[in-house]
């Protein structure tokens, strides 16, 4: 399991291709998911380069739930989020109906709505909802410890580059852990300053914001730190 979790590739890296290939209208169970990669080739030998894959993170769900015999929904409530009281994260919406919920868009202008797509097309790789107070205490839960053994930290904070789930860099000369991402609507980032016991999170309801978030953290850094 160690080449899908630090994405140096166990199947094929179709990022993109994943979400912007099929039907976002239909569902698909998570064996589904997996079989839309399946008999794909691999781009590259397994751990001989990194690249970054949702289509790895869609097999890890899968093999969570099979297995732990739960579904990958229950097992992150189960193990992760029931213990570290983040009550406000949950398995997202594919339709916002709640209105302490923002509404995603796809232009800065908020000229034009986000495309629909059915969450259980994400799935492991990123349909989970939450808020600021919930993502700080996970990201502390994570530079702490208290979620993970030091033998594990080991792996998932590694000197430089990508470990499992986090890349190791440095903003403004600062080491941090990080990881961004987004899907349509919305963008998300985490900057870990661990050195500094510092937290920068950005979220906007805008896709495709990463890099200007990335940016405005390194401002940040540059003059508040």
């Known amino acids: 399991m160690r080449s899908p979790l630090d994405t140096s590739s166990l199947i094929a890296?179709?990022?993109?291709?994943?979400?912007?290939?099929?039907?976002?209208?239909?569902?698909?169970?998570?064996?589904?998911?997996?079989?839309?990669t399946k008999f794909k080739p691999l781009e590259f030998e397994p751990g001989e380069k990194y690249s970054y894959s949702n289509s790895n993170y869609i097999l890890l769900g899968?093999?969570?739930?099979?297995?732990?015999?739960?579904?990958?929904?229950?097992?992150?409530?189960?193990?992760?989020?029931e213990g570290l009281g983040l009550d406000q994260t949950r398995y997202g919406e594919s339709t916002i109906s709640q209105a302490n919920h923002a509404q995603g868009y796809a232009?800065?202008?908020?000229?034009?709505?986000?495309?629909y797509i059915n969450m259980s097309i994400p799935y492991s790789a990123g349909a989970l909802s939450s808020n600021l107070a919930d993502l700080e205490i996970w990201s502390e839960s994570i530079a702490t410890g208290s979620l993970i053994s030091a033998t594990d930290k080991e792996d998932v904070f590694v000197e430089r580059g990508?470990?499992?789930?986090?890349?190791?860099?440095?903003?403004?000369g600062k080491k941090v852990y990080t990881q961004s991402g987004g899907i349509y609507g919305f963008s998300a980032l985490i900057v870990i300053f661990p050195e500094e016991n510092h937290l920068i999170i950005g979220l906007t309801?805008?896709?495709?914001?990463?890099?200007?978030?990335?940016?405005?953290?390194?401002?940040?850094?540059?003059n508040e730190f």
């Open 162 to 172: 990508y470990g499992f789930g986090w890349v190791t860099s440095t903003v403004a």
């Open 107 to 115: 232009t800065a202008n908020q000229a034009e709505l986000a495309n």
């Open 62 to 81: 899968y093999l969570i739930e099979l297995i732990s015999g739960y579904t990958y929904t229950q097992y992150l409530s189960q193990h992760i989020l």
């Open 205 to 222: 309801n805008i896709e495709g914001q990463q890099p200007k978030l990335k940016q405005l953290a390194a401002t940040i850094a540059q």
């Open 13 to 36: 890296q179709v990022s993109r291709s994943f979400f912007y290939g099929i039907d976002h209208n239909e569902s698909f169970s998570p064996l589904e998911l997996v079989n839309l």
